[in-house]
């Protein structure tokens, strides 16, 4: 019983994150100022599409009980340090990434990725 409650808790705190993330990506026009994000930008759409699937993985791995509770919560702290830094480049040049951003995005999901991987096959 414990345990179900527990994958039900870390699957409402995964879903509410994602929620969250789509909900700022989606939430604004094309190139109207600082911080305004550009759902038609190609760089900002491929950290998103990153950052959706990271946390597909992490639901399927709290589903599965490949994760337990303090490895989800490490993997979703530094999921949203990726997305807090993202929305930092984004409102310099107004919702969109530069290249370099989007590399150090990337590198970083790319930790994250190997994380994940690790800890689900422990």
Aim: proline content about 2%; cysteine-free; charged content about 25%.
């Amino acid at each position: 019983m414990t345990n179900k409650f527990t994958k039900s808790l870390l699957l409402l705190a995964v879903s509410g994150l994602m929620v969250t993330g789509f909900a700022t990506a989606q939430t604004s026009t094309s190139g109207a100022g600082a911080g305004v994000v550009d759902p038609g930008h190609p760089r900002v759409n491929q950290v998103n599409r990153r950052e959706a699937n990271q946390q597909k993985r992490i639901a399927n791995g709290i589903n599965h009980g490949t994760l337990n509770a303090h490895q989800t919560a490490n993997l979703e702290r530094r999921e949203a340090s990726v997305q807090r830094q993202e929305s930092r480049d984004m409102a310099r040049h107004n919702g969109h990434l530069t290249k370099v951003e989007q590399n150090r995005l990337n590198a970083r999901e790319n930790h994250i990725s190997r994380s994940i991987y690790k800890d689900k096959h422990k």
